[in-house]
């Protein structure tokens, strides 16, 4: 995808715009993904200089592992960003866009810790744990420090 694209937290204090290359949306079944939003993450990513965060003086960083930290409004509380520490790319939860997005599923990650509550059925490329593609935190590594 190269298309320009907007989104915002549930109370709008946290504004961001992409331009460029979007990744696919890949769904995150792991417990913390879980945990955070009650069900499971979808999220795209950008690489950093192709990302623009308004408010950022509303946006709270949690250490969520030693690996990666996620990003969310102060304010409403809105789950909005997923970062590996060190990268140059930054997730960001699909459902923060507004429509149209454009955005396309990819796959699903961590199938084996979803909640046993629902199937997977669509058809996507599942993978137990993650792709060599998708760089992500191991599963089990739960910090629990807030980085302001």
């Known amino acids: 995808m190269t298309q320009n694209n907007h989104g915002a937290c549930l109370c709008g204090a946290v504004r961001f715009r992409t331009s460029g290359r979007l990744r696919g949306v890949v769904y995150c ?9 009650g069900h499971y993450y979808a999220a795209t990513d950008v690489d950093d200089a192709r990302l623009v965060i308004e408010g950022a003086e509303n946006l709270t960083w949690y250490a969520a592992s030693d690996f990666a930290k996620r990003g969310f409004c102060r ?10 520490n060190g990268a140059d790319v930054t997730s960001i939860l699909a459902g923060g866009f507004e429509q ?25 490329p599942q993978h ?17 420090n807030s980085q302001e």
């Open 29 to 37: 079944h792991c417990t913390q993904c879980r945990k955070q939003t």
């Open 128 to 144: 137990a744990r993650s792709s060599d593609s998708i760089l992500v935190a191991d599963e089990p590594t739960q910090a629990g």
């Open 100 to 124: 149209p997005s454009e955005l396309r599923a990819e796959a699903h990650i961590f199938v084996a810790n979803k909640g046993d509550y629902y199937d997977i059925e669509d058809g996507l």
């Open 75 to 84: 304010t409403c509380g809105s789950a909005l960003f997923w970062k590996r």
